[in-house]
T-cell receptor
Framework: KQEVTQIPAALSVPEGENLVLNCSFT??????LQWFRQDPGKGLTSLLLIQSSQREQTSGRLNASLDKSSGRSTLYIAASQPGDSATYLC?????????FGTGTRLKVLA | NAGVTQTPKFQVLKTGQSMTLQCAQDMNHEYMSWYRQDPGMGLRLIHYSVGAGITDQGEVPNGYNVSRSTTEDFPLRLLSAAPSQTSVYFC??????????????FGPGTRLTVL
């Protein structure tokens, strides 16, 4: 059974720091992995989709990497800003559903 | 292109009442799904659909019904609301090629309270 874990559960950093969020999954046979951002009281916004054949995907200050063999993905945020404060979720597809991690709650201090 | 839209944004029901949560997408996506999000439980799949006329149950389907008469719409019906159904409900759709090949897009959510 696929399980997705995100560590740390919460993170607080000063503005300008580069940071890494981690996502681990137990079954490496995945098609892809998607990173989302969720602001308080809001829906999920897709950040990056990384296919199983890719090792990295970049969008602006965000870079996601995928290592299927070790069951890990990382989301790198460069030069963090207070506007990056949100909960970040990763998800992998299961049988007709997505399996989500419980998220990392990020706070970037001005 | 509005993406995935959900109505209402907020709803308060009394136990035993029924209601329908609306979800629509304008991206011609075949796969649509409903999740509920509860503190400490994460996102759990209620029902999903792989195309018009085809629906199936997810992890927590009890107390909910769905139908998919068109590609665009995927309403979720609460048959007889219970306090345990107090939650935030999200509708999602999947890009072309169907599940699981492309990005999943989420609606803004419906916050439901059952008294």
């Amino acid at each position: 059974k696929q399980e997705v874990t995100q560590i740390p559960a919460a993170l607080s950093v000063p503005e300008g720091e580069n940071l890494v969020l981690n996502c681990s999954f137990t079954d490496s046979a995945i098609y892809n992995l998607q990173w989302f951002r969720q602001d308080p009281g809001k829906g999920l916004t897709s950040l990056l989709l990384i296919q199983s054949s890719q090792r990295e995907q970049t969008s602006g200050r965000l870079n996601a990497s995928l290592d299927k063999s070790s069951g890990r993905s990382t989301l790198y945020i460069a030069a963090s800003q207070p506007g990056d404060s949100a909960t970040y979720l990763c998800a992998v597809p299961g049988t007709y559903k997505y399996i989500f991690g419980t998220g990392t709650r990020l706070k970037v201090l001005a | 292109n509005a993406g995935v839209t959900q109505t209402p944004k907020f709803q308060v029901l009394k136990t035993g009442q029924s209601m329908t949560l609306q979800c629509a997408q304008d991206m011609n996506h075949e796969y649509m799904s409903w999740y509920r999000q509860d503190p400490g439980m994460g996102l759990r799949l209620i029902h999903y659909s792989v195309g018009a006329g085809i629906t199936d149950q997810g992890e927590v389907p009890n107390g909910y019904n769905v139908s998919r008469s068109t590609t665009e719409d995927f309403p979720l019906r609460l048959l007889s609301a219970a306090p345990s159904q107090t939650s935030v409900y999200f509708c999602a759709s999947q890009g072309s090629g169907g599940f699981p090949y492309n990005e999943q897009f989420f609606g803004p959510g419906t916050r439901l309270t059952v008294l």
